[in-house]
């Protein structure tokens, strides 16, 4: 210590010495503190020395007094910082709860400027249903101002039918409460009617839950009112449209549906649609257009739906659909999409267009009728002058002498070929409507036989016909031609069903009583006497679901270019203009029986007697015209052989000049109707220009420029139709003259 004093340095430093006490010598620790101290020009060293004793004794001290000064410092420090904490926390909450009051008295004010500006009412209520509030818009909505309505109960503002609508509402929601795990936040939403102050009843959606307190039990009642009259009206006029919409569909004549969008499934039909395809409307609602295959072709509904889904709409689409039965109907269908229950239906109108269509192929068919008819004019006149030829000179050869047996046969076989003929002529004629036949008294049962011999040799091996027929006989009021036709028609199909596999043929011819007067199919068959005329075959057979469609113009089942379809419809026709009937009898695969009653002739009219007295003839002067010079020799040769002087033209231009020449030297004109420059009925009207009282005849093939009624006014004496047999001509001839 002491050198390092002289060196003048400073520090701190330990140094032992002895206590001399009471003879008792002690070792002393001090410690010291030294430091250098300049006096002037003098340099001195100070020394503070003190025991350790004392020294740890005032430093235990001071520690003491530190760690109490430190111990009071740290818990100053943290009170200090504790008030501060707590000030700043105090400070926090006053702004957090100037904000929440300044928030709610903002909300506050939101919500009642909400409340008196809202058009809905909103309101509370304590838990005995007495109003605590409600909004000023109370008084636009049902007229009493909103102290009105505090002071007014349930009762006083709804009928008793919406107050039990509440306190059921009411009664439900507290029970619920019980109910573990119910949503406090509940609402529920309900319609009522509530009165206005003026009397009027107004419908009102109530939006309504509970209020509660801090521990979640029910204190009131609070809920939005909105006045919903105006929907109401609206929901009415829409159901009342509905109602109409529904009304009018089920009552509309046109069929009508509402299917699925999708799978076709009917949500409705109408009568009509059902009825169209022989449906009841039970059968068809709830079920898919696929299972009913009402579709002819299923492909169609998928093209109508995709079309409907692009468009919308459709409008007069062309389709099949398929009966109840198999039958096929021809509609136009139109549609759109319309939204029903929340889904996508299809809305689809028919228009059933079958019937028009079977016009329409009626229509074509008389067009080409019309065209047939108009052919067979011309063909009637062409062959009639045909026939004449052929008659004529058979009757002119079969008088002839010396001829023998067998040409004699062969002759008279060709006269009956041509009266034959001259009847086909007037089927064809009677078929297109171009002649009228004329009734008289028949016996059917030779007309029956000559279409057997007919039949016979046009009918394959395969066919076996069996004839049954009464001995008595059978007269009718017809045309022979007409029985003729019916027979000839009713055999053909009958042989044209044992086409394939062949069979029996049988026709058959009974009278019978009628005492009771019956109906048999559209007929009426009255009390008396019938010829029933029967065709059965053992053929194919005839469905029942096309039966009622037989008796159709231009109905056929035979394959095109087979059959026209108007062989029953003319026999119908035949049949109905006798006042007679029709009734069959089939079984598909068995064969079919086609009964037919004609009335009994039983006015005991004679049949017409063949001619037995020798054929009239004259010496008279005779006009012949004709613009065929086969039939102008024909009729030379005719005529001079009965005795008369002919003078012949076959040019209408130049008879009427030989007349106007020498009018009074004929005492008869023989005309044809058809001819080049001047018409037969037209040169008739010279001739009587020139000499009234002149005789004519007027001859024919067809026309339908010349009636007999036409002839006679005109002034002419007879109308008669080729072709001439020589016996009708020279009759007509004397009886003109």
């Known amino acids: 210590m002491a050198e390092r004093m002289m060196k003048g340095e400073e520090g701190v430093t330990t140094y032992q010495f002895d206590r001399i006490r009471e003879n008792v010598v002690k070792k002393l620790t001090k410690q010291a503190v030294f430091m250098p101290v300049r006096l002037g020009n003098s340099f001195w060293s100070i020394v503070i020395a003190t025991p350790e004793e004392q020294a740890v004794s005032v430093l235990q001290g001071f520690k003491n007094r530190l760690i109490l000064i430190a111990l009071l410092f740290v818990i100053g420090v943290g009170l200090f910082f504790f008030v501060l904490f707590r000030s700043s926390i105090l400070a926090e909450e006053v702004e957090r709860r100037k904000k929440t009051e300044e928030a709610l008295r903002e909300s506050e004010e939101k919500y009642r400027m909400l409340a008196e500006n809202a058009s809905d009412i909103i309101w509370s209520m304590d838990m005995s249903l007495q109003f605590t509030y409600i909004s000023p818009s109370v008084e636009k909505v049902q007229g009493w101002t909103a102290e009105e309505m505090k002071s007014l109960r349930l009762q006083d503002i709804m009928p008793s039918d919406s107050l039990a609508v509440i306190m059921k509402v009411f009664e439900e929601e507290i029970a619920l409460e019980k109910t573990p795990g119910a949503d406090p936040k509940r609402t529920r939403r309900f319609e009522i009617k509530e009165y206005h102050k003026g009397g009027s009843t107004i419908w009102m959606e109530l939006i309504a839950g509970f209020i509660r307190n801090e521990h979640g039990d029910p204190i009131g009642i609070t809920g939005i009112t909105r006045d919903i009259m105006d929907r109401k009206l609206a929901e009415e006029a829409l159901r009342s449209s509905e109602e109409r919409f529904f009304k009018a569909f089920h009552i509309s004549p046109a069929p009508t549906i509402i299917s699925n969008l999708e799978d076709g499934r009917y949500l409705d039909v109408n009568e009509s649609f059902a009825k169209m395809l022989g449906f009841s409307r039970e059968e068809m609602i709830g079920r898919t257009a696929s299972e009913l295959n009402v579709w002819a072709n299923y492909d169609d509904r998928k093209s109508v739906v995709e079309k409907l889904a692009a468009r919308g709409f459709l409008r007069d689409v062309a389709l099949d659909l398929q009966t109840k039965s198999g039958n096929t109907r021809h509609v136009l269908a139109s549609a759109e999409i319309i939204s029903l229950l929340k889904g996508k239906f299809m809305l689809s109108i028919f228009l059933d267009i079958t019937d028009r269509k079977k016009i329409e192929t009626q229509l074509r068919q008389t067009h080409k009728m019309e065209a047939i008819g108009t052919l067979a004019g011309g063909i009637a006149h062409d062959f009639n002058n045909i026939l004449s030829s052929v008659i004529g000179y058979t009757e002119m050869a079969l008088e002839e002498d010396g001829i023998g047996e067998r040409p004699r046969r062969y002759l008279e076989q060709i006269h ?151 062989g029953l419809s003319v026999v119908y026709g035949i049949v109905r203009d006798h006042g007679g009937a029709i009734d069959i009898v089939s079984e598909p695969g068995k064969g079919t029986a086609v009964s037919v009653y004609f009335p009994l002739e039983e006015t005991k009219k004679s049949l017409p007697e063949q001619a037995t007295e020798p054929i009239p003839g004259g010496s008279e002067c005779i006009l012949l015209v004709d613009d065929e010079a086969a039939l102008t020799e024909l009729g030379c040769l005719m005529l001079t052989s009965l005795g008369y002087h002919v003078t012949s033209r076959t040019s209408s231009i130049e008879a009427l000049e030989a007349f106007r020449a020498r009018p009074d030297s004929f005492d008869l004109v023989i005309t044809d109707m058809t001819m080049p420059n001047m018409r037969g009925d037209d040169l008739a009207r010279e001739l009587l220009k020139i000499r009234p009282d002149i005789p004519i005849i007027l001859c024919t093939g067809f026309s339908e420029m010349i009636s007999e009624e036409k002839a006679k006014s005109i002034g002419i004496r007879r109308f008669v139709m080729k072709p001439l047999f020589k016996n009708h001509l020279a009759k007509a001839i004397r009886e003109v003259l």
């Open 416 to 566: 009956k070929a041509g009266e034959r003929a001259r009847d086909l002529v007037k089927q064809i004629l009677a078929f297109s409507r171009k002649q009228e036949l004329e009734q008289k008294p028949v016996l059917i049962t030779p007309i029956i036989k000559e279409c057997i011999k007919l039949l016979r040799s046009s009918l394959p091996a395969t066919v076996k016909i069996v004839q049954t027929l009464t001995e008595a006989p059978v007269m009718i009021l017809s045309d022979p031609t007409q029985i003729h036709q019916v027979l000839m028609n009713l055999c053909t199909n009958a042989a044209h069903a044992m086409q394939e596999k062949g069979g029996v043929l049988d026709i058959r011819l009974e009278q019978e009583h009628v005492d009771v007067s019956r109906t048999i199919n559209t007929f009426t068959l009255g009390v008396g006497n019938y010829a029933k005329l029967t065709i059965s075959d053992t053929g194919c057979g005839i469905e029942a679901s096309i039966m009622e469609k037989i008796f159709d113009p231009f109905f056929t089942t035979k394959v095109p270019g087979k059959g026209t379809g108007l």
